[in-house]
């Protein structure tokens, strides 16, 4: 989400964190796949996901079977990295508004 990298950003800047590259996307227990994210987003409709393997959508760039990143730098830094579905929660909130 948007608004966990502007917080981010925010608190390493504000507590003068070290400066250079940081991974960071919203958290998980385990590695999570489009069809996770589907599943949770679409759990309160009628609609069906099916998982789908990805050779189904050729694309030209060659794509790396597990693009998981660690957010072992960022953490490091005292930031507490929400989870994703703490996140969509909160992104839900934010819409209805």
Known sequence: WTRTLAEFMTYLAENRKEYG??????????DTTWYDFAVEILKDTDVEVKPVDSSQFPAKAKRPLNST?????AKAT???VPTWQDALREFYKQEVK
């Open 21 to 30: 590259y940081y991974h960071l996307s919203n958290d998980a227990a385990e």
């Open 78 to 80: 005292g930031f507490v």
């Open 69 to 73: 990143m660690s957010l072992a730098k």
